[in-house]
């Protein structure tokens, strides 16, 4: 069944950082570009980075650019979300788009 589940959430100070993983199945990864989102609590469903095929480019929301970095492994069909210096506005869900599939989100709180 294809599909991705997200992994690595949690709760972390304000500066610490977090490894968010997305496995994928059932589809073509290395032809797939990874995308991660997240949505807020009152806030509406927001891109954040988004990864390559073969030449792995990358892009970022201004908002996390410099502080988070996403990349990926075709031998594990798994794509990261590294966020560094994290922020309380940083909380939210975050989930992992490919092509029409959808991860079920992880939790990152950013709180002292």
């Known amino acids: 069944q294809a599909g991705l589940v997200e992994s690595g959430g949690g709760l972390v100070q304000p500066g610490g950082s977090l490894r968010l993983s997305c496995v994928a199945s059932?589809?073509?990864?290395?032809?797939?570009?990874m995308t991660w989102y997240r949505e807020a609590p009152g806030k509406e469903r927001e891109w954040v980075a988004r990864?390559?095929?073969?030449?792995?480019?990358?892009n970022y929301a201004d908002s996390v650019k410099g502080r988070f970095t996403v990349s990926r492994d075709g031998a594990k069909n798994t794509a990261y979300l590294q966020m560094n210096n994290l922020k309380p506005d940083d909380t939210a869900v975050y989930y992992c788009?490919?092509?029409?599939?959808w991860g079920q989100g992880t939790q990152v709180t950013v709180s002292s």
């Open positions: 788009n490919s092509r029409s599939y």
């Open positions: 059932g589809f073509t990864f290395s032809r797939s570009i």
């Open positions: 990864i390559g095929t073969f030449d792995s480019n990358t």
